[in-house]
């Protein structure tokens, strides 16, 4: 493909877990690539990587998205590059262990920051020109747990979750004819380095081998149902047949498994 003609994408929370193997599907699929997170030595290391293996132009874009400006000077970035995003993925996140009173608000108005109002944010300025050209794609890396009902522990994140699929479902529906196609992609327990930063590997390591999914296959289904449109897109037969109960279940009874099996795999005092 000429490298005028070649989409480009825009992956957030690219040095690790699922952002890195989505980085890798894109560029597999013929897409230029800006990859966004903290760590430059990993993003440089992937960048090469995918320049080597795919001849993609893999560009470094350093940038912490607790910060409130970052979203605006990642844009003001790419579009300085000369090239739209035709992907979007945002996929930064982390878990923050312990209950809602274990931290501080400056530690949740941080998470908050990361897991939602950035990636609105980012939504909101690159879907103009998405709509313009009429084409664009949009993958929000949301959860299992922002389907099931929330549970004691990791407090904001399910609902972190939850908000995401609530966006890119109302995205989608507006958007959608001009072109662009928002998908949340809700996976299960994945392996990745998630648990061990936020400090619960001890726990879902007692977890059954039939919970889990690897990074890749999470990353070829997302990759997919944002191509073919589908709106809340969950991998894994597993994870959908949880799915699937949790809308049939009582929500009472939800609530109450919830309760019992919560502490399985979030850490919180009793």
Known sequence: ??????PTALVTGASAGI?????????AHGFDLVLAARREDRLRAL??????RFQVDARV???????????????EKCRAG?????????????????GFLDATWEEHA????????????????????????????????????GLVPGSAGHTLYAASKAFLIKLSESVALENRRHGVHV??????????????????????????????????RVAREGYDAVMRGQIVYVPGRA????????????????????????????????
């Open 47 to 52: 960048a090469r990587e995918l320049t080597e």
């Open 110 to 145: 941080r998470f908050i920051q990361v897991m939602m109002t950035s990636a609105a944010e980012l939504t909101w300025r690159f879907l103009p020109s998405m709509i313009e050209h009429r084409y664009g794609r949009i993958i929000n890396v949301a959860s299992l747990a």
């Open 239 to 270: 994870n959908r047949t949880i799915a699937l109960f949790i809308r049939l279940l009582p929500q009472a009874l939800m609530m109450s498994i919830a309760r019992r099996q919560g502490r399985r795999f979030r850490k919180v005092a009793p």
């Open 19 to 27: 952002g890195e193997a989505l980085a890798r599907v894109v560029a």
């Open 183 to 216: 998908t949340a992609l809700c996976p299960g327990f994945t392996h990745t380095e998630f648990h061990d930063v936020s400090g619960t590997r001890d726990l879902v390591s007692h977890l059954p081998a039939w919970m889990w999914m690897d990074a890749e």
């Open 82 to 98: 000369g090239r739209r995003v035709d992907l979007l993925v945002n996929n930064a996140g982390y878990g923050l262990a312990g």
């Open 1 to 6: 493909m000429d490298v005028a003609s070649r």
């Open 61 to 75: 874009l350093v940038a912490d998205l607790a910060d409130p400006t970052a979203p605006a000077r990642i844009f």
